[in-house]
C-alpha cells in the first residue's frame, strides 16, 4: 500500500504521512489478521436469511443463536459484525447461447439496472484489559512508527481460537445463518480478486479500483473523491427506550398479516445509497464492571442530597447491578455507526439526512459524529477493532445491544438450472427462483400443483 493520508492537527497544522508509517497491522498468517499491538482476529463471512422471508419467530430464534454463540468467547474479545451496501448494476448472461429471443430481450431490459447488494462480515478479535480501554488519543492513528509487539500470552490465544470454533459451530448448527471462515487470499487479495484490506481502502469491490489518498479530519473523512459523513450510537441517551429482535414493516404488512424485519433493518437494506453499519460488542471482564459499578452507586447515593441528578443516576445504576446480578446477565459494552458516502456533495446532504431518517424510525437519536469521525474510521479497518477508542462506546447487556444486528441480506438466485424469473420487491432486479424442487426440499411445500392463468384467448390448465 502505497497511498498516502492526511491528518488533521488541533492546532490546524496539516500533516501528511504515508499509509506504510501509520498501518495498524503486522501479517496475515494461517488466515488470521495480526496487528502491531499483538491482537488476533478471525475473519468469518456470514450468510443471513433473505429480506421479507422469516417472521418474528425466526427473527427470536436467531438473536438467540448469537447470544450462546458470543457467551462462549473469552473476556477481552471484540465482536465486530461489519455490514456493506454497496450500489452495484446487474449485468446479465449473455454469453448463454441457450437464450431465446425474448430471454435476450428480458436481460436487456434491465441491463445495468442498479440495486443495493449486501456483503457481511464478521472480525472476532482477542485483545488485552489495556487496549480495551483505549482512548481516542492513543489511537494508532496518533502514533508514529508502530513497534510491533511481541504476542505472549500463546496459551490464551490457543484458547480464543478454540471459543471461535465452537462460535461458528453454534451459528452453523441453527439452521438460519452461516458462517465461513475467509481465507488468507481473500484477506489481502489476489490478482484476480480484490481483498478484504483494499475494498476498505478504496470503498469498492472492483479490482481494478488503485489505492487513493486519504483525508481523515474532523470536517470530513474523504477517500479520493469519495466524502463520508458518519453518525453513531455512542450513549444511552441516543437509544430508545426499549428494543426488540424484530419490527412489523408497515409497507407490506396488513391488519391480518405482519410482515418483520429485525429491528435494524432501517440501516440495512432499506436504507438505499452507499454506506457501512458496523456494530462492535466489547466483551470485558464482567466481575470488574460490576465492582465498579457498585463503588459508583454508593458515590451518587452518598452525593444524592447535594443533586438530585446524583439520585436518578444512583437508581439507574441499581436497575443496571439487578438486572445483572438476577438474570446472570455479563456486562460489556456495544457501539454502533453508519459512514454513509457519496461524490457528490449535494448526494451527500441528502444522504446524511436519509441516514438520520432512519436512525429515527429505529427511535433512536441522530448523532452526526464530527469530532472521533477518523479514529472510528481507523477502528474499522479490518483486524484493527482492538484500536476502537473506548469512550464511544456504553454500557449494555448482550440481549439488548444484539437487537441493533441487522438479520436479513438479498434475495438470492436459486442455484437448480429449473426456475422462472421474478424481481426484487425493493428493486426489480431479476432474480431466478426455482419454485418446485427447492421449497420441496427445504419442506416449505408438500405438493408441486400449480395454477396457471392465461389472457382472453389463452388457455388455462392445473398442473400435478
Known amino acids: 500500500m502505497v497511498a498516502n493520508f492526511k491528518i488533521f492537527i488541533m492546532r490546524n497544522i496539516s500533516k501528511t504521512a ?21 491482537d488476533i482476529t478471525l475473519c468469518f463471512q456470514i450468510f443471513l436469511p433473505e429480506l421479507f422471508t422469516v417472521g418474528a419467530d425466526v427473527y427470536e430464534s436467531i ?9 462462549t468467547l473469552p473476556d477481552f474479545s471484540i465482536v465486530h459484525k461489519q455490514d456493506w451496501y454497496l450500489k452495484e448494476e446487474y449485468r446479465p448472461d449473455f454469453e448463454n447461447s441457450e437464450h431465446s429471443f425474448l430471454s435476450r430481450s428480458f436481460q436487456m431490459h434491465f441491463n445495468e439496472r442498479p440495486f ?52 461458528q459451530r453454534i451459528i452453523n448448527d441453527s439452521g438460519y445463518i452461516k458462517m465461513d471462515q475467509i481465507e488468507e487470499s481473500a484477506i ?35 477517500i479520493g473523491s469519495k ?9 444511552t441517551d441516543d ?13 407490506l404488512s396488513t391488519d391480518k398479516s405482519d410482515c418483520m424485519l429485525s429491528f435494524a433493518a432501517p440501516v440495512g437494506l432499506t436504507l438505499s445509497c452507499n454506506h457501512i453499519y458496523n456494530q462492535y460488542l466489547f466483551i470485558d471482564n464482567s466481575a470488574d464492571n460490576l465492582r465498579k459499578f457498585e463503588k459508583s ?5 452518598s452525593l444524592a442530597r447535594y443533586s438530585r441528578a446524583n439520585q436518578v443516576n444512583r437508581e439507574w445504576i441499581e436497575k443496571y447491578l439487578n438486572e445483572a446480578h438476577s438474570y446472570g446477565s455479563p456486562s460489556i459494552r456495544a457501539h454502533f455507526n453508519v459512514f454513509a458516502w457519496s461524490e457528490d456533495r449535494e448526494e451527500l446532504r441528502r444522504i446524511k439526512n436519509d441516514v438520520g431518517s432512519a436512525l429515527a424510525l429505529m427511535e433512536c437519536k441522530p448523532r452526526h459524529n464530527t469530532v472521533d469521525a477518523a479514529t472510528l474510521f481507523w477502528a474499522g479497518i479490518p483486524g484493527n477493532a482492538g484500536d476502537f477508542p473506548a469512550e464511544e462506546s456504553f454500557y449494555t447487556f448482550i440481549e439488548p445491544a444484539l437487537c441493533f444486528f441487522t438479520e436479513e441480506t438479498n434475495y438470492q438466485n436459486s442455484l437448480s438450472p429449473f426456475g422462472i424469473k421474478l424481481a426484487d420487491r425493493l428493486t426489480g432486479k431479476p432474480i ?29 390448465a392445473t398442473l400435478n
Open 297 to 301: 452507586a454508593r458515590n451518587m447515593h
Open 116 to 167: 443495493l447488494k449486501h456483503y457481511c462480515y464478521l472480525f472476532l478479535t482477542k485483545t488485552t484489559k489495556d487496549k480495551m480501554r483505549t482512548q481516542s488519543n492513543f489511537s494508532s492513528l496518533c502514533k508514529g512508527n508502530l513497534i510491533p509487539k511481541e504476542v505472549r500470552d500463546k496459551e490464551g490465544m490457543r484458547r480464543f481460537v478454540e471459543s471461535v470454533a465452537q462460535f
Open 18 to 38: 504515508t499509509l506504510e508509517s501509520r498501518f495498524p497491522l503486522l501479517a496475515v498468517e494461517n488466515n488470521c489478521i495480526i496487528s502491531k499491538e499483538g
Open 227 to 235: 466524502r463520508m459523513v458518519l453518525h453513531t450510537l455512542s450513549d
Open 239 to 251: 437509544l430508545p427506550g426499549a428494543v426488540s429482535e424484530s419490527q412489523r414493516y408497515d409497507r
Open 63 to 71: 438473536h438467540s443463536t448469537w447470544s450462546k454463540a458470543i457467551k
Open 432 to 460: 431466478h427462483l426455482d419454485i418446485s424442487d427447492l421449497p420441496m426440499k427445504r419442506g416449505i411445500i408438500t405438493n408441486r400443483n400449480k395454477f396457471i392463468l392465461g389472457p382472453s384467448g389463452g388457455w388455462r
Open 188 to 222: 489481502i487479495g489476489t490478482k484476480d480478486e480484490i481483498g478484504l484490506l483494499q475494498q476498505y481502502f478504496t470503498l469498492s469491490r472492483e479490482k481494478d479500483v488503485p489505492l487513493q489518498d486519504l483525508a481523515l479530519g474532523a470536517e470530513e473523512v474523504r
